[in-house]
């Protein structure tokens, strides 16, 4: 017996596949009844194919469910590769030295956003910015991004900071003061682009290597130890 998986459209992306797709309609409609023989149509319509199953893929949604170990465990936030694991300062939030875990996604990830731990969402701001590559270091502090502060269910603190990159235009950030944060939950969506940064305090252990994939809501990153 064959069971048949439907693909879940995150909602960011219904109007625009909506669009695109009556978009391309009507450019390929015309092409067909105007431009005989069949060559040009046929090339024009498998470039629109195309087109549309790549931006269809980049809105997937996958249903996860947390499986492992959750007191005090960090779980990556999106799919893609770690790019940077690092001592800075995080100035927003914490204010002081974190390690920061750095995930980049490319066009073919998965590009919604899961909370990386169980607690409370303690501070949301949206910054305006630039839209250098997301894979510089200095992206995390001149880009377009939105910074979320979260306190754990064991009180300990931590930054999440979604990235606007070259190609992404707009960060969603469903996350808000007060709210419920969980691992399995949607903390938002970065459309076309790019990275996540997380900083952990600097006695976090981390999971995980520079160039490693991860899985959002899946991948453990880090174990976090209580004072």
């Known amino acids: 017996m064959h069971i048949v998986r439907i693909v879940k459209i995150h909602r960011e992306g219904t109007n625009i596949l909506i669009l695109l797709f009556l978009v391309l309609g009507a450019v390929n409609v015309p092409i067909w009844l105007f431009l005989p023989p069949y060559t040009l149509p046929i090339i024009f319509t498998s470039i629109s194919g195309v087109a549309y199953i790549f931006v269809f893929n980049f809105f997937r949604s996958p249903k996860r469910k947390y499986q492992g170990e ?36 490319s066009p073919f990830n998965v590009h919604a956003n899961w909370y990386p731990v169980d607690g409370t969402v303690e501070y949301v701001r949206h910054h305006r910015g630039r839209f250098l590559a997301a894979y510089l270091p200095k992206a995390s502090e001149e880009n377009e991004r939105s910074t979320v502060g979260i306190v754990t269910d064991t009180g300990i603190r931590l930054t999440l900071r979604q990235v606007a990159g070259a190609m992404a235009r707009r960060i969603v950030t469903y996350a808000r003061k007060g709210m419920r944060s969980t691992i399995d939950g949607h903390l938002g969506f970065i459309k076309f682009g790019s990275r996540v940064d997380l900083y952990l305090p600097l006695t976090a252990e981390i999971l995980v290597k520079i160039d490693q994939h991860v899985k959002g809501g899946v991948t453990p990153v880090a174990r976090l130890r209580e004072n």
């Open 70 to 105: 959750r007191k005090n465990m960090v779980v990556s936030s999106v799919d893609g590769k770690v790019v940077a694991i690092e001592k800075v300062t995080e100035r927003e939030y914490l204010k002081g030295d974190a390690i920061m875990l750095s995930v980049f996604m």
